[in-house]
């Protein structure tokens, strides 16, 4: 696929299928993630691959931060809550925790840091695109929690970027396409 088929097409998939894509492909798209460019070459993400049971971990995080939201609950409410963060953890095969270490470089600014990050996120999403692979990038209130950023063992200058869902797309769901506004509405062209 060209770049830019693989850039106008590319879609948020929230459905796919169980199909579990192999360790090669997902080494593929990771492998695309880290040519990303970043400033001063300073490489700050780090990603955390989970499949089968290993996405617990994510649920987990995903567990007590629904049970966090519910004060004075009874003990059946926090269960039921805890276990429907395990289940929104099992929406895809693959999914791959993004994080990101600030540069010790005294020279790096952080929020540069943050967009080499997600320049990384987007190579990773084209490239599952390319693949026949789909993906969504997620992040809710889990993405900024204390639990996930224990869990993922960022420090406390990281942060948790977010979870990229992976796998098959399940193509009886075709995502709509988002309106977007027209470049003329966004750009403004100076030439004198
Ligand atoms: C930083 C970031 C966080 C996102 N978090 C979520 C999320 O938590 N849940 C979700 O359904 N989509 C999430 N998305 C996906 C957007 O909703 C999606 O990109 C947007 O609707 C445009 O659709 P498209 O990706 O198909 O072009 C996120 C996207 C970004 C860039």
Redesign the pocket.
């Known amino acids: 696929m060209e770049t830019i088929d693989a850039i106008n097409t590319?879609?948020?998939i929230?459905k796919v299928t169980e199909q579990e894509p192999s360790k090669e492909i997902i080494e593929q798209i990771l492998d695309a993630a880290r040519r990303a460019p970043n400033h001063m070459n300073t490489e700050p993400w780090h990603f955390t691959v989970l499949t089968g049971e290993g996405r617990n971990k994510l649920g987990e995080v995903y567990g007590k931060v629904n049970q966090k939201n519910l004060a004075d609950a009874d003990q059946p409410t926090l269960d039921a809550a805890f276990e429907k963060g395990v289940a929104s953890a099992k929406r895809a095969p693959v999914i791959i925790v993004v994080t990101m270490e600030p540069s010790d470089n005294p020279r790096a600014i952080e929020i540069e840091d943050v967009a080499a990050t997600a320049c990384a996120v987007e190579n990773l999403m084209l490239a599952a695109h390319s693949l026949g692979l789909g993906s969504?990038?997620?992040?809710?209130g889990a993405a900024y929690s204390e639990e996930a950023k224990q869990q993922f063992g960022v420090s406390e200058n990281g942060r948790v970027m977010?979870f990229v869902y992976v796998g098959y797309p399940d193509l009886e769901t075709t995502?709509k396409v988002?309106e977007r506004k027209s470049v003329a509405e966004i750009t403004e062209w100076v030439d004198a």
């Open positions: 590319r879609r948020s929230r969504i990038w997620r992040t809710g977010g995502p988002p």
